[in-house]
T-cell receptor, first 111, second 115 residues
Framework: DGGITQSPKYLFRKEGQNVTLSCEQN?????MYWYRQDPGQGLRLIYY???????QKGDIAEGYSVSREKKESFPLTVTSAQKNPTAFYLC??????????FGPGTRLTVT | DQQVKQNSPSLSVQEGRISILNCDYT??????FLWYKKYPAEGPTFLIS?????DKNEDGRFTVFLNKSAKHLSLHIVPSQPGDSAVYFC??????????????FGTGTRLQVTL
């Protein structure tokens, strides 16, 4: 089955702790993306990567970090510097077309 | 600065009728537009797209219309079905082919199709 997996589906952390969200794809896509969804604000781009070992900041990268050591994987770390980390996080991948394919998402709650 | 706007946060339509979801954009560099459908606690799924060289694209019950001069696009769903109840996101891209696209999303419109 080709697709994108994100784990876990729900994640709870204490304030001040870093947390890493997993994203894996077996679609052989070069590009991968991380978005954040908040109520009433749509999807906002955090980071994206067009190729292995390369990534760029999106619109709201502050407080986040990523790595792209493998084509299949694009983990996102939410650091303690992110002021409002509680959100629904979506990972996506794409080839050289415009369409992006999304994973099921991870809901992160920080208390 | 919201470059892609969906001014209607919600829409309610009777089953069998037409649903019309609207989207406006401000960046004239956008040349490709997409609609995604999203159920709660799931990732968005691609629905239909349109290139700026066209003014209409149709796929089954779904049709997207693009008015470049007005910087406006709309998604028509005919006939609407209860399973269409979801949040619909409009997205736009300004990159040409051959490179991975960055999409700018609107804030979404929640469609409810009633019996």
């Amino acid at each position: 089955d080709g697709g994108i997996t994100q784990s876990p589906k729900y994640l709870f952390r204490k304030e001040g702790q870093n947390v890493t969200l997993s994203c894996e794809q077996n679609l052989n896509h070069d590009a991968m993306y991380w978005y954040r969804q908040d109520p009433g604000q749509g999807l906002r781009l955090i980071y994206y990567s067009q190729i292995v070992n390369d990534f760029q900041k999106g619109d709201i990268a502050e407080g986040y970090s990523v790595s792209r050591e493998k084509k299949e994987s694009f983990p996102l770390t939410v650091t303690s510097a992110q002021k409002n980390p509680t959100a629904f996080y979506l990972c996506a991948s794409g080839d050289r077309s415009y369409e992006q394919y999304f994973g099921p998402g991870t809901r992160l709650t920080v208390t | 600065d919201q470059q892609v706007k969906q001014n209607s946060p919600s829409l309610s339509v009777q089953e069998g009728r037409i649903s019309i979801l609207n989207c406006d954009y401000t960046n004239s560099m956008f040349d490709y537009f997409l609609w995604y459908k999203k159920y709660p606690a799931e990732g968005p799924t691609f629905l239909i797209s349109i290139s700026s060289i066209k003014d209409k694209n149709e796929d089954g019950r779904f049709t997207v219309f693009l008015n470049k001069s007005a910087k406006h696009l709309s998604l028509h769903i005919v006939p609407s079905q209860p399973g269409d109840s979801a949040v619909y996101f409009c997205a736009a891209s300004g990159l040409g082919t051959g490179t991975a696209s960055k999409l700018t999303f609107g804030t979404g419109t929640r469609l409810q199709v009633t019996l």
